[in-house]
């Protein structure tokens, strides 16, 4: 092995934590005599478990059961907590900015590497869509999902005490924009949530709320197969949700839902989960991008063409080697992130070990979808399940993957406790805006929120 041999992980999800993870493992006497270093680079301090976040808007898991802390787990590495804004492979050097960096009033730091791991993961695919920035909620880490169930209870407050119609039926509306598992999955547990809520309201009954589902494309969760999207849709209108296939947002100015079929609906609600994109940090390297813009990547998970550079997730496109058509890639999910982080980490060591690397090679298991408290789908080696059976799978599988003793022991705890007793319903808005009611004490005034959050 080289003398003291820098890895540089960007990006602290799925891919980075498990790949920093594996080589934790398998290279400690390297790392206990110094010979190797392992840098991760990530704007929070903690992985997020993407799956658990519909349980945690519904209240079914603490919001801090859904994070695991990457100080913790990845004792061995040094976690800086900030963003790298370009690479120059090249060089072999990435520049970051910390929080520090603003305090200083520094330049940002060029920090070198000898082997590249670039997992930063994927950003939410937006378009430009009249008032979208300003009144939109998105649904991809869990402050956005906890924010979004405080907002959810907070309209049925606004609705209970309202007597204004008008504001009523907007503050009921929830519009959600995207049928693909974050959309399906937080309006199911939402809805659920919300009609549970409705009980505790002497005014506010589950058909004074209306929920509506937007999808473009002529169908809804594409992975669970065409029959079960189609048993998904009856479950939801079943459930009063209004499900819109091959239907656009155009607008949502003005607190208005404008949909491409002619409809309206005045909402002070909508959710946005229609699409990722890969992230920025990938057009600001110097190494192989394919046309939608995801790293060109070869089935040992190097970059094509380059050596001392590696990547998995959503930021790669990796071919299917298990694949009958050629020229297919993995799909962008946790269950091949997990998997090729695995191979990721042990491809390191071969190659700082001059030793034969592994081909990443996993056949699509299948998914598994929950639509609220004992309702679900899945498609799982070719066989179809929903109702109870698909919920309970979805929770043992996803039970089963969460890193950590630690997690997997909180959270069946609290499936436990919720089996036990009844729903917490209780809104935690303030926590959005801690310091506003110093400020207002202090003779400030109370922060405005655009998206109707007092």
Same mark, same amino acid.
């Given at each position: ?271 946005? @989960? +229609?699409?990722?994109?890969? =992230?920025?940090?990938?057009? /600001?390297?110097? $190494?192989?991008? #394919?046309?939608?813009?995801? *790293? ?33 890639? @993995? +799909?962008?999910?946790?269950? =091949?992130?997990?998997?090729? /982080?695995?191979? $990721?980490?042990? #491809?390191?060591?071969?190659? *700082? ?102």
């Amino acid at each position: 092995m080289k003398e003291r041999a820098r890895i540089l992980v960007v990006g602290g999800g799925y891919v980075g934590m498990y790949t920093a993870l594996r080589l934790q493992r398998k290279l400690k006497p390297e790392l206990r005599r110094g010979d190797v270093e392992i840098v991760v680079v990530t704007p929070d301090p903690y992985m997020t478990y993407q799956p658990f976040l519909p349980e945690a808007a519904a209240g079914s898991i603490s919001p801090r059961h859904v994070v695991v802390p990457l100080r913790r787990v990845l004792d061995q590495c040094r976690v800086v907590i900030g963003e790298a804004t370009a690479i120059d492979h090249a060089k072999r050097v990435a520049t970051l900015t910390t929080l520090a960096t603003e305090e200083e009033g520094t330049e940002p730091e060029q920090l070198p590497y000898d082997e590249l791991v670039l997992a930063p993961g994927s950003i939410s695919r937006t378009l430009p869509i009249p008032g979208l920035a300003e009144y939109a909620i998105g649904f991809k880490t869990v402050e956005e999902a906890i924010g979004l169930r405080n907002h959810v209870i907070e309209q049925m407050d606004i609705a209970s005490s309202t007597r204004d119609p008008a504001i009523r039926d907007a503050a009921l509306t929830f519009v959600f924009v995207g049928g693909g598992y974050a959309g399906v999955e937080a309006l199911g547990e939402l809805e659920d949530m919300a009609r549970y809520a409705a009980r505790y309201y002497h005014n506010v009954k589950p058909e004074d709320m209306k929920w509506i589902l937007v999808e473009a494309s002529n169908r809804i969760l594409p992975e669970v197969g065409e029959e079960m999207g189609k048993y998904t849709v009856t479950q939801l209108r079943r459930r009063n949700i209004d499900v819109r296939l091959e239907t656009r947002l155009d607008s949502c100015a003005d607190r208005v839902a404008v949909l491409s079929d002619g409809a309206r609906f005045p909402t002070r609600t909508v959710v946005w @989960t +229609a699409g990722v994109k890969p =992230h920025p940090i990938l057009a /600001a390297t110097d $190494l192989p991008l #394919n046309e939608r813009g995801r *790293l060109k990547c070869t089935p040992e998970l190097t970059l094509d063409g380059v050596t001392h550079a590696w990547a998995a997730g959503d930021a790669a496109a990796i071919p299917d080697v298990t694949a009958e058509e050629p020229g297919k890639e @993995t +799909a962008p999910n946790a269950q =091949h992130a997990v998997r090729q /982080a695995r191979v $990721l980490g042990d #491809n390191i060591v071969h190659s *700082l070990r001059g030793e034969p690397l592994e081909t990443y090679s996993h056949k699509y298991a299948g998914s598994v979808a929950s639509l609220g408290l004992h309702k679900g789908v899945a498609y799982l080696y070719g066989r179809k399940v929903k109702g109870y059976p698909a919920w309970f799978m979805h929770r043992t599988y996803h039970l089963s993957r969460v890193p950590t003793f630690n997690r997997k022991a909180r959270v069946l705890a609290e499936w436990t406790l919720s089996g036990l007793f009844k729903r917490e319903i209780v809104s935690l808005g303030s926590l959005e805006h801690p310091r506003a009611e110093f400020e207002l004490a202090a003779g400030g005034k109370p922060p405005q929120d655009p998206k109707g959050s007092s």
